[in-house]
């Protein structure tokens, strides 16, 4: 153990008789440390458990890559442009999708919904895991009419339950006051994501009975679902169809399809961190005024050090330590206090949020270790530069001046 390191370790650990102001001083500079790092690592945990949280529920049921037409109007020939996505690198599944608006009854409630109509045997996205009431299943029940899955939320505007009626208006695309397609579906399954516009509107049916309802020919489609093998390759994969797309046939991945959620989360994620920083250079300063007072108490033993040969780089370097104890001292408790709250809130939730803003229910949480690692070294020399100065003061003290000081 060196001479520097057992004197600041001896310094930090005890005070003068009657220096309890010191004390007091030395527990706010450490309480500043640790509520800035716990601050700093809760408040990553969070904007990067909301990230996660919401581009999987949006991954999970949008599609990767949509290829449809600009117009609108439906594929023609998509069976042949199914089969030639379906055999490009990166590709996992492609599927072809029947769209369009219409309204959604059961008893005399009425509202306006995306109807979407899927291969029966499954959808492409993650919908089953999404399931809270019933099944996914679109063939057709016992009722003798085809299943139908859609949202809590629509669901709840218009009081169905699995089981119930559900009547499908469509209006034909040529107008001019003809009557609407109606079909009538039992409803098997309602599911609930958290996000208003997945919950609030799409309506899922299988493929066929989409295709008659909107009276779409054989072989054709409004579009085609795309997911690829691995979510780092979706920009990648686009870009390669988008090459071979020819007009008027045009892609478009799932970040421009959400663009509005994702450019919100990226918001959260970039000003978040740099309001909490603050809270780490005020930290920084209070130890600044800390390390001074410690300077300030130990006035006689710096002189004493330095009659006894302690050179002015030793006496330096000692109370530079002792301002990086403090800020270590800070940084392992707000490490602590940030474990303990990723432990509550995971396993109670104690930060509960509105569905209808947050898309959640709690707050998630995803600690990173990188985090860790940049909040502790940022810490730390934050620390260090903030005891540099009051540490320098230290070492160009006199020593008879500082002798006769403490008399």
Not at 281 to 310: S, W
Not at 342 to 351: A, K, N, R
Request: glycine letters at 10%; charged letters at 15%.
């Amino acid at each position: 153990m060196s001479f520097e390191w057992f004197v600041a370790r001896r310094y930090f650990e005890s005070s003068r008789k009657g220096a309890s102001f010191l004390s007091f001083i030395k527990i706010m500079a450490v309480s500043g440390v640790a509520v800035g790092a716990a601050g700093l690592l809760i408040a990553l945990a969070v904007v990067h458990g909301f990230k996660n949280t919401i581009q999987e529920k949006i991954l999970g049921f949008g599609n990767h890559i949509t290829v449809s037409t600009f117009s609108g109007n439906p594929i023609v020939q998509a069976d042949t442009l199914l089969q030639f996505i379906s055999e490009q690198p990166g590709v996992d599944a492609a599927q072809l999708a029947i769209t369009g608006q219409g309204m959604v009854q059961a008893g005399p409630f009425v509202e306006g919904s995306l109807i979407k109509g899927v291969d029966e045997a499954g959808d492409l996205s993650d919908l089953r895991s999404y399931i809270t009431e019933g099944t996914f299943d679109l063939r057709i029940q016992e009722s003798g009419r085809p299943g139908l899955i859609l949202g809590q939320r629509l669901a709840r505007s218009i009081e169905a339950k699995p089981g119930s009626t559900i009547t499908l208006y469509t209006l034909r695309s040529g107008g001019g006051g003809e009557l609407p397609d109606i079909m009538q579906f039992t409803l098997t399954g309602i599911y609930n994501t958290g996000i208003d516009i997945f919950d609030d509107t799409f309506v899922m049916i299988g493929f066929d009975h989409a295709a008659r309802l909107l009276s779409i020919p054989p072989g054709m489609a409004h579009q085609i679902d795309v997911r690829v093998s691995e979510l780092g390759l979706i920009r990648q994969v686009h870009a390669q169809l988008q090459d071979q797309m020819r007009f008027p046939i045009y892609s478009e991945n799932i970040f421009q399809t959400y663009s509005s959620l994702f450019a919100w989360i990226d918001l959260q994620e970039q000003t978040i961190p740099f309001v909490i920083s603050v809270m780490i250079i005020v930290a920084a300063f209070n130890l600044i005024g800390a390390v001074l007072m410690m300077v300030l108490e130990r006035t006689r033993d710096i002189g004493i050090l330095k009659t006894i040969g302690a050179s002015d780089r030793s006496i330096k370097f000692i109370f530079l330590l002792e301002g990086l104890l403090v800020g270590a001292a800070g940084l392992i408790i707000g490490i602590g206090i940030s474990l303990i709250f990723y432990w509550l809130q995971t396993s109670w939730g104690i930060i509960p949020l509105s569905e209808e803003n947050y898309f959640m229910t709690t707050a998630p949480v995803d600690p990173k270790l990188l985090d860790f690692f940049l909040v502790g070294s940022i810490t730390m020399l934050l620390c260090a530069l903030a005891s540099w100065i009051p540490a320098r003061t230290a070492a160009k003290t006199d020593p008879l001046r500082v002798i006769q000081f403490g008399r």
